[in-house]
Nanobody, 122 residues
Framework: QVQLVESGGGLVQAGGSLRLSCAASGRTVGVNYMGWFRQAPGKEREFVTTISRSGASTYYADSVKGRFAISRDNANNTVYLQMNSLKPADTAVYYC???????????????WGRGTQVTVSS
């Protein structure tokens, strides 16, 4: 089993920045990709970004490309999401996700964190 714990959410004004962290523990040897999904009220959970184990490969949803940046620190089993130029449309619960292979689909995710709320005011 793998445990994922997110931190760093909060309330920010439009145009501001936040940095989310996700700490992984447990049997992480089979987890090659880690990333983030988000779910706004009344909407389905959607893919945001993912990063490979080496950090060499990243992929972003079009809605966040150029504003968000994912990175990872393998020594500490932690993934980060730097969110800049935030918009009210970015308001959602952000979930850390882990999987053995590249995916943007919620059905292919093996492990989920509990989520952290991000609220962007206009």
């Amino acid at each position: 089993q793998v445990q994922l714990v997110e931190s760093g959410g909060g309330l920010v004004q439009a145009g501001g920045s936040l940095r989310l962290s996700c700490a992984a523990s447990g049997r992480t040897v089979g987890v090659n990709y880690m990333g983030w999904f988000r779910q706004a009220p009344g909407k389905e959970r959607e893919f945001v970004t993912t990063i490979s184990r080496s950090g060499a490969s990243t992929y972003y949803a079009d809605s966040v490309k150029g504003r968000f940046a994912i990175s990872r620190d393998n020594a500490n089993n932690t993934v980060y999401l730097q969110m800049n130029s935030l918009k009210p449309a970015d308001t959602a619960v952000y979930y850390c996700a882990a999987s053995p292979r590249f995916t943007t689909a919620t059905r292919d995710i093996n492990y989920w964190g509990r989520g952290t709320q991000v609220t962007v005011s206009s």
